[in-house]
């Protein structure tokens, strides 16, 4: 669409910048490298909020109120049959638009912080290269026409994931995440692949606006009376689409990569695994929402219990952590299962579509703070060289602005009026209150812990007692000090924003408004957490050890993730490894390349037997010649013979 050519820069800008910093990058200078990513991230910001005021103020609305999909343009690129075709190109709707603010955003974010964080790392150049190639597979996810697109930019999500996470490859402990992350994503696209495949069959599309018209009546009807094990093939086809999602936003039981995944540069772990990639999940259940609002409810049900269980599972652990991004990962796996469980209690349209809007206004709330916390654990860190709480105490005179930002972004997430956390995160809670208390309870739960667990990493760090360190630490520069200072503002308002007027389930306004009740009970829940974690932190005392030396046995448990990691390398070598993996491998050793060997063996048996035949010997191969001669003349007399006697 003409009105929005000039958006297809967002796209091209970071591939052409991943080209020119991954091939030339070593014959500049770092700082050169990451200026230049900088200003390409610049430049593709103001056009993504640009695109986003064009299309909320000017041409995105219809004559029905109802915000339209437009697609910037669209090329086909494989065709598999008359109607099944794989097609390139650039969509926007509410959500996508949403995104490429988020994406890019945070991104800039990211990349100006990264000039001081990174000061000095080898391989500044490939860093900044690597995070272009991210944010070109994101920005391309979240823009796909067609679930096909969709599913080749996640692929290359997962590869720049890869690639950042083993930014340190000298690091046996980042070789090792980077290969979990990327084997455990791998294994739960594999699903999100065979759905794809499943749905595409019976619909005879990809495209995203033909499968979710009409309230997703070609899925519906194409589908009709194809089932498998008691479920419809279209409820098979969505489980296994969510199971891929579940994998990408770290929901149980694809959640152990995660922690794990901190072993990149602390910038990576903000922009990647808290703020963007992660959401890729929620992000691809929006996408399809009336498909399994219309055609697979009970998935939804599926997908509301999974991110309830996940987010109080998250929260119980993130309480016992004492690595402060672990404390932070286990927070976004927690804050994730909020945004996923909002969508699976919520229906379509207006007042009963509340769960969709909240999940994706937590989403957008969330990207902010939680790149805020992330950042501010990058500038702790950069000043007293550890990740341990144990390490760390009284920051908060030597670490003013990280302080007070870090206090913005804890009382957002925490859920305390007026930040940014509480607007959406109350949302969240009237929606599951309205459609499954059972749900609206363990949400409640989860929401205390972390306004605890959150309290409990302020106060380690800024507060509890005063530590003497080797280097005196310091605020950073200004590199680093900036973007906090933009992201807590950011953090801090974005509460109030009419997100419902913008983004919906049916595209149409939806007037937000605070409903007092489960308003008062959230905050009075959280400032219990905040309570009692001021009673147990704010200065050191016995108290917290007492507590879990009483409770030893569920801490224990709560510390070691409650065993989920040694749970599927149980599974992965005791189970996959040597029950079926050593069998097949016996099995083909002893038999398939027995059999080949037995090929082998028998050619160069006849090979040797025969080899004398070439011999170089004029006279051998005259005799060879004769008999052979005689004997086809022998034989042809015996035939005619036989012949005249008959």
Request: hydrophobic content about 55%; charged content about 10%; some cysteine.
């Amino acid at each position: 669409m003409e009105h929005f050519n000039y958006s297809i820069l967002i796209l091209v800008l970071p591939v052409v910048m991943f080209l020119i910093l991954g091939l030339g990058g070593k014959y500049m200078k770092p700082l050169v490298a990451g200026v230049l990513g900088t200003i390409s991230l610049t430049v593709m910001t103001m056009l993504s909020y640009i695109t986003a005021y064009q299309y909320f103020f000017n041409v995105g609305k219809g004559a029905d109120g109802v915000y339209q999909a437009i697609r910037v343009f669209n090329f086909e690129w494989l065709r598999f049959t008359d109607s099944l075709h794989i097609d390139l190109g650039m969509y926007l709707d509410p959500i996508s638009v949403m995104m490429l603010v988020v994406i890019t955003t945070v991104s800039l974010m990211v990349h100006v912080y990264s000039l001081g964080y990174m000061q000095g790392e080898k391989g500044f150049q490939r860093y900044y290269a690597f995070l272009s190639l991210f944010s070109f597979s994101m920005l391309g996810l979240v823009v796909a026409t067609n679930i096909f697109q969709m599913y080749i930019f996640w692929e290359l999500v997962g590869v720049s994931s890869f690639l950042l996470i083993s930014f340190y490859y000298v690091k046996p402990s980042a070789v090792a995440a980077s290969k979990k992350a990327f084997i455990v994503t791998r294994f739960a696209d594999f699903f999100f692949l065979v759905g794809i495949l499943l749905l595409s069959y019976f619909t005879g599309t990809f495209d995203f606006a033909k499968l979710t018209a009409s309230e997703a009546a070609l899925c519906v009807s194409s589908t009709a009376g194809a089932s498998f094990l008691g479920m419809s093939v279209l409820s098979w086809a969505m489980l296994l689409i969510f199971m891929g999602g579940a994998g990408k936003s770290a929901m149980m039981p694809f959640h152990i990569w995660l922690p794990d995944a901190m072993e990149g540069p602390t910038p990576a772990s903000a922009l990647i695994h808290a703020a963007t990639m992660v959401v890729a999940g929620v992000f691809l259940v929006a996408r399809l929402f009336p498909i399994y609002h219309f055609g697979a409810p009970e998935i939804l049900t599926v997908i509301s219990w999974v991110g309830a269980i996940t987010a109080l599972f998250a929260a119980i652990v993130a309480c016992t952590q004492t690595d402060i991004k672990r404390v932070l990962a286990f927070s976004t796996i927690s804050q994730i299962a909020f945004m996923l469980t909002s969508l699976g209690v919520s229906e379509y349209g207006g007042h009963h579509g509340l769960g969709y809007m909240a999940g994706m206004f937590h989403l957008f709330t969330h990207a902010f703070f939680k790149a805020l916390l992330f950042l501010c654990a990058g500038a702790i860190i950069h000043a007293v060289h550890s990740n341990e709480m144990d390490d760390m105490g009284g920051l908060a005179k030597k670490l003013p602005i990280t302080a007070i930002t870090f206090g913005i972004a804890w009382l957002a997430i925490a859920g305390i009026w007026p930040f940014s956390g509480f607007f959406s995160k109350d949302e969240i809670l009237a929606a599951a209150f309205m459609h499954n208390k059972a749900i609206y309870f363990i949400l409640s739960f989860a929401a205390g812990l972390t306004a605890f667990y959150m309290t409990r990493l302020f106060l380690r760090i800024f507060f509890y007692e005063k530590k003497h360190y080797h280097h005196e630490p310091h605020e950073a520069g200004p590199a680093m000090s900036v973007p906090l200072i933009i992201l807590a503002v950011f953090a801090a308002l974005a509460g109030f924003v009419p997100f419902g007027k913008f983004v919906t389930s049916d595209g149409a306004n939806y007037d937000m408004h605070i409903d007092m009740q489960i308003a008062i009970t959230s905050v009075i829940i959280s400032l219990v957490g905040i309570g009692i974690a001021f009673r147990l932190y704010y200065k050191k005392n016995e108290l917290p050890d007492k507590i879990a030396s009483s409770i030893s046995t569920l801490y224990k448990w709560a510390h070691n993730k409650f065993y989920w990691d040694e749970l599927w390398l149980f599974v992965t070598r005791s189970i996959i490894f040597k029950r079926i993996s050593k069998p097949i491998a016996w099995f083909d050793k002893k038999y398939v390349d027995g059999f080949m060997d037995s090929l082998a063996y028998v050619t160069q048996a006849a090979s040797n037997s025969i080899k004398n035949f070439q011999s170089g010997y004029i006279q051998q191969y005259a005799l060879a010649y004769l008999l052979g001669a005689l004997i086809l003349v022998v034989g042809f007399c015996g035939w005619l013979i036989c012949f005249i006697c008959k």
